[in-house]
């Protein structure tokens, strides 16, 4: 997912309340085509830095989705 995409979702959820993310589906951050390193979840945006992994990731809990 592009960043701009990331930062719109993370806008999106904040204004519908913002509650608690299970943070299930992610993706890989781009900026202009090229990869960050870092992950986003696709519901609510958050993101993890790149060395770090969403909750779940490797497990059963969240999927990495392209």
Known sequence: ???DDGNKIRARWKESGGGTCAHGDYEKEYYLGADTGDYVCKSCGETW??????????????????
């Open 1 to 3: 997912m592009q960043a």
């Open 49 to 66: 830095m790149r060395g770090t992994k969403p909750p779940g990731a490797g497990a059963a809990g969240g999927q990495e989705r392209s």
